[in-house]
């Protein structure tokens, strides 16, 4: 019989995501067959998968708009995914809602995209069927595994949602799971936060906690058994760990981690490099950015400082002051909507001026052209025709559909500067909606979901700096054109991989994450097969 461990929250932000990949890992290399599995996510970083062949049909379903073979889940998932050493399906995800802005999601069930819908509809017209998808995805991936990790959503405390909880209530339920309850002590009030929550879970569920973890904790762990032994008294409830702060490497799942889009924050600039080696790479903080992950691979790399840039609020030149050498515009939840705010923020007459390599990637690619069009079918009450930021010769029309694919490109290098150096092919995958084309000669430097002019590049390929000969390629370019004498790896110690497969075999972000959590939770209290 399968066993279903579910890794809850007393807030969104406490350290599960890490922790299940953790136990993931763990698992995989004991021989034991074990799958992630969220029932409901919140994200707009999400991962192109395939869908499980259903009686001969992908994901059962001869409806979809989109190739049947591909759907998307959130990030966690997928990297869990790898870290269970599985091929992710969109079984570990079944329900994804991406945030769009003004109170809307776009629905995804079982990969595929549905409805743009506010919270108050998807409860009343899509909660029955997103829970059947759930209930369905989770009992297939139980026939095939031995055990299921399965991670909660925000806090299991949330009275007012208990009726609808779909990650938490009801996958502890119709996966009749133990539940093992974590607390970020580093946000203060941790006891009273645990305490809490144990009190206001159902009494179905409160029955089911095994344990609790204390996470991200500074200093000495011995402090806190005081604390430690009253809770256990009141509640009944062991704790099983005290974990220290400390960070995998694990790609974040959504943009809690960033600064806000008013603020400006620097990523990467503490890696020991002096100033006068670093280059600085720009990033417009949208407001509604998804998937900025595909930044990590550069704020990791030695001499590379990522700095976020204000939209909301930016004043008339956003870019005065930071001495970026280069821009890259990411993805986003919404192209149209973003696309006016960094008009708004005099961003189009910035970079107009801006005379370094530029580089847009999905959703940013799409605004470095010279319009969109149909843009009201993407956009919050916009007109049809929004003017781009007019850096590329093409257009973007948006249609109903949306493009889900992972794939392998060839490198141009003679296509643009910005990847002279590279050698293909370059991997990633493409999750967007809208179609862009030419509207004059342009360089296709990454096949024909790109477009290069000059020192200007546009991309659908998510994951492209992921490539290290890619991104070498344009680190390099970056620092030619800057002058700056930009260290190569070699010359400093390296910071670990955005790629958790490519490094050396026992230090990836997974090995990591499993000793984590074996050094430091008392696996023996949950069981077989975790105390091996």
């Not at 989770?138 to 949602?161: F, K, P, Q, T």
């Not at 409830?237 to 008013?262: A, R, W």
């Not at 004043?315 to 001495?323: H, K």
């Not at 490109?409 to 030419?438: M, Q």
Request: proline letters at 6%; one cysteine or more; hydrophobic letters at 35%.
């Amino acid at each position: 019989m399968t066993r279903t461990l579910l890794v809850a929250g007393t807030a969104s932000h406490v350290g599960k995501s890490t922790v299940a990949a953790g136990l993931c890992r763990l698992l995989a290399d004991r021989g034991v067959d074990v799958a992630p599995y969220k029932g409901q996510n919140m994200s707009n970083n999400a991962r192109v998968v395939v869908r499980p062949d259903v009686d001969g049909k992908r994901g059962g379903d001869t409806t979809a708009t989109t190739d049947d073979r591909w759907g998307e889940i959130g990030v966690s998932q997928f990297v869990q995914a790898r870290a269970a050493r599985m091929t992710p399906t969109t079984d570990c995800n079944p329900v994804l809602l991406k945030p769009r802005g003004d109170g809307e999601s776009q629905l995804v069930l079982q990969g595929e995209a549905h409805d743009h819908v506010p919270a108050g509809t998807y409860y009343e017209e899509y909660w029955d069927r997103a829970r059947e998808a759930a209930e369905q995805s989770y009992r297939r991936l139980a026939a095939d595994n031995d055990v299921i990790v399965a991670e909660g959503a925000g806090s299991i405390g949330e009275i007012n949602l208990h009726d609808r909880d779909l990650a938490n209530v009801e996958t502890a339920e119709f996966a009749d799971a133990d539940i093992l309850l974590l607390v970020d002590i580093e946000r203060g009030g941790a006891f009273a936060s645990l305490y809490g929550t144990i009190e206001l879970v159902p009494d179905a569920l409160r029955e089911r906690i095994v344990g609790a973890v204390i996470t991200k904790f500074r200093g000495d762990p011995s402090l806190l058994e005081p604390g430690i032994e009253e809770i256990e008294s009141r509640t009944g409830v062991p704790i099983l760990g005290v974990l220290p702060y400390d960070d995998p490497g694990l790609p974040e799942e959504d943009s809690v981690g960033l600064p806000g889009s008013e603020e400006r924050g620097i990523v990467g600039d503490d890696d020991g490099v002096p100033d006068d080696r670093r280059i600085r790479i720009a990033v417009p903080r949208l407001p509604r950015i998804s998937n900025a992950t595909d930044l990590e691979a550069l704020a990791d790399e030695p001499g590379v400082s990522v700095v976020y840039v204000p939209v909301d609020g930016a004043g008339d030149d956003p870019l005065e002051g930071i001495d970026a050498d280069a821009v890259v515009i990411p993805g986003t939840k919404n192209s149209v909507d973003d696309l006016l705010a960094l008009h708004e923020a005099g961003f189009a007459d910035a970079l107009a001026a801006f005379d370094g390599p530029v580089v847009g990637v999905c959703g940013g690619y799409q605004m470095l052209g010279e319009r969109i069009t149909n843009a009201a079918l993407e956009g919050t009450g916009t007109d049809d025709v929004v003017d781009g930021l007019g850096l590329l010769p093409v257009e973007t029309r948006f249609e109903g559909d949306k493009r889900l694919e992972q794939t392998s490109v060839p490198v141009d290098r003679s296509a643009s500067p910005l990847l002279a150096g590279a050698n293909g092919p370059a991997s990633g995958y493409e999750i967007h909606a809208g179609r862009t084309r030419s509207l004059e000669d342009v360089s296709r430097p990454l096949g024909d979901s790109s477009a290069a002019q000059g020192q200007v590049l546009g991309t659908y390929l998510h994951g492209l700096f992921d490539n290290e000969s890619v991104r070498t390629a344009f680190l390099a370019h970056v620092a030619t054109t800057a002058e700056v004498d930009w260290p190569p790896r070699a010359e400093t110690e390296a910071s670990p991989s955005t790629d958790p497969d490519a490094t050396e075999a026992g230090s990836t972000p997974y090995d990591r994450a499993a000793r984590l959590v074996s050094e430091h939770v008392d696996l023996a209290a949950l069981g077989e097969p975790f105390d091996e």
